[in-house]
């Protein structure tokens, strides 16, 4: 199983703020990561497909790179709702795995 | 739009069955595979099962492998999670969402708001 490690654990930023995050994978998933952001008592929304794809509908403010076993989840400037937790998750092998998140709070 | 509702969560004791439903609407619904994502209390995520678009495969996380089964009925536009023997590490909010394609697997476009399986005697 691959096995997605996630940091910070916690992000403590103020909006406006730029916010990066870290995922990676214990063998090479080659593109085959995605970005989930979570927010308190809501499902998991699609951020970024395929370690860069934006999914439709996310701002320009979010944006994923990165490919094997290192990627980065970019938020450019943070607005308030961008408060929330973010999954990687890589579909390269089965079983499909997540990360244990990133908690990104305001400062 | 799209929209996923589940439905048939609730509390059920250790070695019980239930079954989970989740319809579909807004989108062709056999021209995508569906998956089922569980989040126990407080905690991350975890993926459980997946059927292709027209229902012939099927995968499972080994957590669960013998003791779920995924099915679709894409004439009701229905998808389904049978859940036999269930321990306690079951309990959890169980997401039921929408892959990127037919038979594309892993890419989440969609999720519904979850039913909530808490598995205690």
């Known amino acids: 199983e691959i096995v997605l490690t996630q940091s910070p654990a916690t992000l403590s930023l103020s909006p406006g703020k730029r916010a990066t995050l870290s995922c990676r994978a214990s063998?090479?998933?080659?593109?085959?990561l995605a970005w989930y952001q979570q927010k308190p008592g809501q499902a998991p929304r699609l951020l970024i497909y395929?370690?860069?794809n934006r999914a439709t509908g996310i701002p320009a403010r979010f944006s994923g790179s990165g490919s094997g076993t290192d990627f980065t989840l970019t938020i450019s400037s943070l607005e308030p709702e961008d408060f929330a937790i973010y999954y990687c998750?890589?579909?390269?092998?089965?079983?499909?795995?997540f990360g244990p998140g990133t908690k990104v709070d305001i400062k | 739009d799209v929209q996923l509702l589940e439905s048939g969560g609730g509390l059920v004791q250790p070695g019980g069955s239930l079954r989970l439903s989740c319809a579909a609407s807004?989108?062709?619904?056999?021209?995508?595979?569906m998956s089922w994502v569980r989040q126990a209390p407080g905690k991350g995520l975890e993926w459980v099962s997946t059927?292709?678009?027209?229902?012939?495969?099927?995968y499972y996380a080994d957590s669960v492998k013998g003791r779920f089964t995924i099915s679709r009925d894409n004439s009701k536009n229905t998808l389904y999670l049978q859940m036999n023997s269930l321990r306690a590490e079951d309990t959890a909010l169980y997401y039921c969402?929408?892959?990127?394609?037919?038979?594309?697997?892993?890419?989440?476009?969609?999720w519904g708001q979850g039913t909530r399986v808490p598995v205690s005697s």
């Open positions: 969402a929408r892959d990127q394609s037919a038979y594309s697997y892993g890419t989440f476009t969609a």
């Open positions: 807004g989108f062709t619904f056999s021209s995508y595979a």
């Open positions: 059927i292709s678009g027209g229902g012939g495969m099927t």
């Open positions: 063998q090479g998933v080659s593109s085959y």
């Open positions: 395929d370690a860069s």
């Open positions: 998750q890589q579909r390269s092998d089965w079983p499909f795995t």
